[in-house]
């Protein structure tokens, strides 16, 4: 279990950065530090771990099933991993159009508006 959550630590540091990692471990309390030490764990580390699906690929299915579920909060914070991950501005809207498809209109709006506020963070070129 301690293997997998150093690799999990690891791979969450890669994709989201360590501030925004560390900020967030460091913020556990009694209270929510079991549920975080779980999901780096499980979540980062047997999930991200598997090194089968490249990380690119795997940020290109997250953002996909995230807007898909319209959890827009992880959305914007997935997005920005993605973009760490090598994932163009090109390929972010792609997914959306995905998400519009099979998702419907109103929840690819809610995509783009979340993808803009990245995407206008990280100053990308198409």
Not at 6 to 12: D, I, V
Not at 17 to 32: I, K, M, P, W
Not at 33 to 43: D, G, L, N, Y
């Amino acid at each position: 279990m301690e293997d997998l959550f150093e690799t999990g630590l690891q791979k969450r540091k890669d994709t989201l950065g360590e501030e925004y990692v560390s900020r967030n471990l460091e913020a556990a309390d009694e209270f929510t530090r079991p549920f975080q030490e779980a999901m780096t764990s499980w979540c980062w580390g047997f999930g991200w771990g598997d090194d089968t699906i490249p990380a690119k690929q795997r940020s290109m299915m997250n953002l996909a099933m995230l807007g898909a579920l319209g959890k827009m909060h992880e959305w914007e914070i997935h997005c920005k991993g993605a973009i760490n991950n090598g994932v163009s501005k090109n390929e972010i809207r792609a997914i959306i159009h995905i998400v519009g498809i099979y998702c419907g209109v109103p929840q690819a709006l809610e995509c783009f508006r979340a993808a803009k506020k990245i995407l206008d963070s990280e100053e990308l070129e198409v």
